[in-house]
């Protein structure tokens, strides 16, 4: 008799991703469902809802700047690049 097969859900998946701005890099922790929920129900408000991102995104040096203060100062293309990472880990 045939086995079923096994999705591993763990298989390929990390906790977090690293990204460089400024020299510096920076962990942005994946949300989880609870996460989610709550970004879609502040997603029409630009501002709580980039907070709320930024709020997953830690310095790997503690000496650096938190990212909310580098972003401030990001120009066009780095935000534009910013943008493609996530919706590329984030699936869109």
Do not use: C
Not at 36 to 61: A, C, G, N, R
């Amino acid at each position: 008799m045939p086995q079923n097969k096994v999705y591993d859900l763990n298989e390929s998946v990390q906790e977090y991703f690293e990204f460089q701005v400024g020299g510096v890099n920076y962990r942005f922790r994946h949300l989880n469902t609870e996460d989610l929920e709550h970004l879609k129900e502040i997603e029409t408000d630009e501002k709580k809802s980039k907070e709320f991102m930024f709020s997953f995104i830690d310095k790997v040096d503690a000496s650096s700047l938190d990212f909310s203060e580098v972003a401030k100062k990001m120009i066009a293309p780095q935000w534009i690049r910013f943008r493609k990472m996530i919706e590329t880990e984030f699936g869109g």
